[in-house]
C-alpha cells in the first residue's frame, strides 16, 4: 500500500540554523514525490518535485530510493519558512496519480 | 483566471442535514480532485474526475457522498445525513492530464471547512 510518514509533527529551529524534514515513503513502483507547503491562511500550494531537481525557496529534496526517502533541507532557515510541510506521492504512471499525503511537519523558526 | 475556487469557504450544519459544495478548476485544466482533511492529518483523497467521467472513488467515499462534473468545468461534491465524523475541510485540486510542461502539479484551492453539529 501507498504510504508516507513524516515522524516529526512539529520542528522548531533558530533563525540561521540548518533545517531538515523527514519523509519516508512505502510505494511498489515508480513513485512522483512532492513536497507541498501552507503557510498560514493560505492554500496549500507546491514547493518542490524530485523529477525536477531544483531548488526552491533555498529549499532542495533528494529522492533516496534504497532508504525510500525526501528529506526536504534548506542550509540556514528564515522566518517566513514558517508554515506547514507535508510531502506527497503520487504514482508516477498513467493512473490516477491522486497524492498520498503524509501527516504534515509544523516548522516555527523563532528569531 | 485566478486559480482554483471553492465555495463556500465555510459551512456549518446540523447533524442530519445535506450540505452541497461547488469547486472551479482552472480552467483548461481536465482533471479534477477531492480531498478531505480532518485535524492533525494530511489530505486524503475521495474522489477525481477527468472531463465530466468520475474514474475512481476512494474506500473513505461512502454512500452518503456522492459528486459530480457533469459538463467538465466545475464540480459539486453533495453529503446526506451529515454526520459529526464529517466536520473537516474540503480541498478540491485541479491539473492538466497528460502532464503539462510543469509536470503532474496538482494546484489546490483554499477548501471548505465544514462543521456538523
Known amino acids: 500500500a501507498q504510504r508516507v510518514t513524516q515522524p516529526e509533527k512539529l520542528l522548531s529551529v533558530f533563525k540561521g540554523a540548518p533545517v531538515e524534514l523527514k519523509c519516508n515513503y512505502s510505494?511498489?513502483?515508480?513513485?512522483?514525490l512532492f513536497w507541498y507547503v501552507q503557510y498560514s491562511r493560505q492554500r496549500l500550494q507546491l514547493l518542490l518535485r524530485?523529477?525536477s531537481r531544483e531548488s526552491i525557496k533555498g529549499f532542495t529534496a533528494d529522492l533516496n530510493k534504497g532508504e525510500t526517502s525526501f528529506h526536504l533541507k534548506k542550509p540556514f532557515a528564515q522566518e517566513e519558512d514558517s508554515a506547514m510541510y507535508y510531502c506527497a506521492l503520487s504514482d508516477g504512471g498513467q493512473g490516477a496519480q491522486k497524492l498520498v499525503f503524509g501527516q504534515g511537519t509544523r516548522l516555527t523558526i523563532n528569531p | 483566471d485566478t486559480g482554483v475556487s471553492q465555495d463556500p469557504r465555510h459551512k456549518i450544519t446540523k447533524r442530519g442535514q445535506n450540505v452541497t459544495f461547488r469547486c472551479d478548476p482552472i480552467s483548461e485544466h481536465n482533471r479534477l480532485y477531492w480531498y478531505r482533511q480532518t485535524l492533525g492529518q494530511g489530505p486524503e483523497f475521495l474522489t477525481y474526475f477527468q472531463n465530466e467521467a468520475q474514474l475512481e472513488k476512494s474506500r473513505l467515499l461512502s454512500d452518503r457522498f456522492s459528486a459530480e462534473r457533469p459538463k467538465g468545468s466545475f464540480s459539486t461534491l453533495e453529503i446526506q445525513r451529515t454526520e459529526q465524523g464529517d466536520s473537516a475541510m474540503y480541498l478540491c485540486a485541479s491539473t492538466l492530464f497528460p502532464r503539462s510542461r510543469v509536470g503532474n502539479e496538482q494546484f489546490f484551492g483554499p477548501g471548505t471547512r465544514l462543521t456538523v453539529l
Open positions: 524530485h523529477i
Open positions: 510505494y511498489s513502483g515508480s513513485p512522483e
